[in-house]
Structure formats: structure tokens, C-alpha cells
């Protein structure tokens, strides 16, 4: 092919500009490719570079015989400020692996400043928790149940209308404490608001307490902590007095019998009249465990009927009189006793008696016969001398 010819082509030049214009393209991105990688490899050294810090709310943990003891006085949260790598940070900050306690393995029961440790923390990573340390109170654990007791402010309700008897889901509570703060306890509490001028019955979820004697709320837990409660909202717009009725409830002493006395008769029942108007009498049950002498007993007066919602008194003594459960029968057995030994005795007499009349009348005819007998005989003789003389 002729070299000339082929310059003169105008395809030919056209195909070595493309080539050309190939190349300086190529040439172009790839420094702006090069460029790019340089950015990104230099952005995240320097994520990994650099240093932040954040702090961290954390659940503080005890490591303790819970089955024995019970421990008080420690936050339940410690704040944790970690340091470091930008993206450990973040990640730990993220899944939160690790953890921090209190190490009262080797502790005895009474009041500690134990140092807190940490679990789990990154070793790149620096860290320091507030507060360092803690004061905890150790003391014997201890379970016990308690009856729920309500509180309210019934002057809140509307005019002429009271409450009843509030009820509950669940009547008594597991409460576990310090050994201490459980026998202390007086009662278990659910304080019931009501709303002024409430007229009709209130069913709310309300939290427990337990207060001691002086009404001081004891840190325990308290299994379930909070109860359903209905509480029974009535017109009190009848009233009606009714007599008493004793009646004994529990176990008495073996071998005891009980009777009951109070000086309160009758007492005075408000509520509905649909309510009154089946009650006749109140029935009160007198609790005769580990009764064994004669006592008297303060007895809180209550009715299973919600229609009553007051009783006056609210309260009554009761006298309770113990006594042998034998001791009349056996009396009577003694009386029925002592009257067959004496009916015996005189049997006894009567008999000796007649024996001695008839042993009298005995020797007596005994003795006429005999007499009769010797005078017979003297006869005989003196007839016999008689008739010899005279022969």
C-alpha cells in the first residue's frame, strides 16, 4: 500500500484522533480516581484517629447471695464516660457490652464502701465511672406476707353517699426485705384517691406501700407492687338498727367452751334500703385462737353486704368466758353419782334392818318355843315323879 495514499486518507486521521482523544480521557480520570482514593483513605484514618468521648447512663449490678441477703443504700444507675477511638466509642456506646458492679461476695451483714468494677470494656478504650464507690447496707433476708389494707379520704365523696367494702385482685402480698423492715412492718397500704364529689364506685390499679407504725414507708419489695381495687360508692339514704350476733371463728383450746358477751346490744347500719331491708341481726365473728382463759377483745364490726356502708359503733368489746367443756357433764355424772351411792346405802340400811327384825322375831319365837318346849317338859317330869310318888 502506498504510504502517500494512505496519509492523504481522511479516515485515517480520523481513527488516530479518536485514539488520542481515548487516551487523554483515561489519563484525566484516572488522577481524579487516584485523588478520590487518597480522600477516602485519608478520611478514615482520620475517623479511626481521632478521639471523642461520650457518657453512658449504665445499670449498676451487685454480685451477692440474694437467697441470704438483702441489700439497700445503692443507685440502681452509675454514669460511665468512656474515651477513645471515635468509632469504639460509638460502638460501644451502641451495644452497651459491658457492664458494672459490686463485687459483696466476701461481705458479712452491716453498712460497706465497696469500689465498683467494670466488665467488658474495650482495653483501647478509657473509661471512668461515677462514683467510684458506693455505701450498701447488708442485712438477713426475710419473706412475709400481709394482708392488702385500703385508705381513702371518704369526706371527698359527694353529699349522702359513703363507700363500702373495697375488694382487691389480689388480697394478700409476698413483701421481701431486711430482716429488720419486715418486722416492722404494720400493714401493707394501697392508698385509694378519690375524686371530690364522687358519686359512683372507683376501679383503678394502685401502687402498695408498707408503712410502719409511725406510718413511715419501708424500702422492701413488694410481690405483686401494685393491685386492682374496686371501691363501692352508695346513697346513703337509709338507716336501721340491728341486734348483735356472736359467733366464734378459729381454733379454741382442746377441751374449752366459749361464750360471748358485749355490753353494745344493738348497733346502727346505713346504706341502701334494698340492703337493710334483708338484715335483721349482724353477724360478728369473735376469733377464739390461743384463747384459753377468760379475756375480752376489741372486734372491728364489718357486713359482707356492699349495700351497708357504715356501722355505728365500728367497733364493740367483747367478752369471752372460757370454760371447761366437761365440767358439767362431769358435775352431773358426780350428782347422778352420789344420789345412786346414797339410795344404795339405804337399801343397804333397809335390808340390815329387816335382817336384824327377822333374827329378832327369829329368837323370839325360837325362844317361846323352846320355853314351851322346857315347860312341856317339866311337866313331863313332874308327871312322872307324879306317878312314882304314887306308886
Known sequence: MNLNKLL??????QVLALGFAILLFAYVNSD????TRNNTNSTDTTMMSADRSETLNVDLK???????????GYPSKVKVKLSG?????????????????????KLKPGTHTV??????????????VSPQSIKVTISRRKTASFPVQFKYDSSRLASEHSVG??????????????????????????????????????????????VDNSGKILNVVITPQTVRVKLPVYSTSSSKKVTLNFVSSGDGASGKSYKFSSNVKEVTLQGTKSALSGISKLEVPVSIDNVSTTTTKTVTLESSNNGVTKITPQTVKVEIEVSDSNSDDDESTSNETSSASTASSDDTVSDS???????????????????????????????????QDSE
Not at 451487685?62 to 439497700?72: A, I, M
Not at 474495650?122 to 471512668?128: A, G, P, S
Open 8 to 13: 492523504d486518507n481522511r479516515i485515517v486521521y
Open 32 to 35: 481524579k480516581l487516584n485523588t
Open 62 to 72: 451487685l454480685n451477692v447471695d440474694s437467697d441470704k441477703y438483702f441489700v439497700t
Open 85 to 105: 477511638p471515635s468509632a469504639l466509642v460509638t460502638t460501644t456506646a451502641n451495644t452497651r457490652n459491658f457492664s458494672v458492679y459490686a463485687d459483696l461476695t
Open 115 to 128: 469500689k465498683l468494677k467494670q466488665s467488658g470494656i474495650n482495653k483501647d478504650l478509657n473509661y471512668e
Open 165 to 210: 367494702k373495697p375488694s382487691s385482685d389480689q388480697q394478700v402480698v409476698s413483701v421481701t426485705g431486711a430482716k429488720e423492715d419486715i418486722n416492722n412492718i404494720a400493714e401493707v397500704v394501697a392508698a385509694i384517691e378519690i375524686p371530690q364529689g364522687t358519686r359512683q364506685a372507683i376501679t383503678r390499679q394502685v401502687l402498695l406501700q408498707a
Open 353 to 387: 334392818s329387816s335382817q336384824e327384825e327377822s333374827s329378832t322375831s327369829n329368837s323370839s319365837s325360837s325362844s317361846r318355843s323352846d320355853s314351851s318346849s322346857t315347860s312341856t317338859s317339866s311337866s313331863s317330869t313332874s308327871s312322872s315323879i307324879s306317878s
